[in-house]
């Protein structure tokens, strides 16, 4: 992706505190930010805004994380789109189920760092 600016991100996150570290900690490293507070609204705002990368939780007041992520997999671009889950759950089964539904990378929240998560996303979107 030859462009001038940093790529869009979706952050699909229900923690207001998560997003605003997040967020801020983003577009401080030039990345323009998305959020969706929701699964659903995740969905909404993927299709209206066609971010390069999704940040996604996996614990979510609507539609859970992973059945958010098929719905994305279905649309136009959303087989391109990569994702990092971000959670606190890391289970065998959240572990397959993120490898057969193409994520990128999973991070359990409390093992990493905000600039960690920062440079995970610049390594995700380089691949």
Do not use: C, H
């Not at 801020?24 to 705002?45: C, H, M, N, R």
């Not at 990493?112 to 995970?120: A, C, D, G, Y």
């Amino acid at each position: 992706m030859a462009e001038n600016s940093k790529s869009k991100v979706l952050v699909v996150e229900d923690d207001i505190f998560m997003i605003e570290l997040l967020a801020k900690d983003l577009q401080s490293s030039g990345f323009p930010v998305v959020i969706a507070k929701t699964g659903a609204e995740g969905v909404q705002k993927f299709q209206d805004e066609n971010p390069a990368i999704i940040l996604l939780d996996l614990l979510l007041p609507d539609v859970g994380g992973f059945e958010a992520l098929r719905q994305i997999r279905r649309l136009p671009k959303g087989n391109e789109v990569k994702v990092i889950i971000l959670s606190n759950i890391g289970e065998g089964p959240d572990l397959e189920e993120a490898k057969r539904l193409g994520v990128n990378e999973y991070l359990i929240k409390a093992n990493f760092t905000l600039p960690e998560i920062i440079k995970k996303v610049e390594e995700v979107l380089a691949k």
